[in-house]
């Protein structure tokens, strides 16, 4: 068992920056892939990030690429999502999630992770 929460969220202008946090208590956190997601009002939840338990192999949206950066600290158990540059766009709530390493899914999809956060919302202003 893995519990998540978000935290960081809140009101910023367009081009600003926000840092989202996530910590992970519970299970051995360095086994799992961690992931960001994102789901606008009235959209489905999207992919917005990931790391693997190394930190070493990290992926993201094309719509967020060059402007976010995610990271991790496996000995505060803890992920990070650093959002600059930002877009009215990019409005929504951020969910972190978490997927063992071991795990054949496709981590592009929400449907791969096991363990979810509560959510942060996020509002970029234009």
Known sequence: QVRLAESGGGLVQAGGSLRLSCAASGHTFSSYTMGWFRQAPGKNRVFVAA??????NLLYADSVKGRFTVSRDNAKNTVDLQMNSM???DTAVYYCAAVPEYSTGNIYLP???????????????S
């Open 111 to 125: 449907s791969t992770y096991e363990y979810w956060g509560q959510g942060t919302r996020v509002t970029v202003s």
């Open 87 to 89: 877009k009215p766009e």
């Open 51 to 56: 790391i693997r338990r190394s930190g070493d």
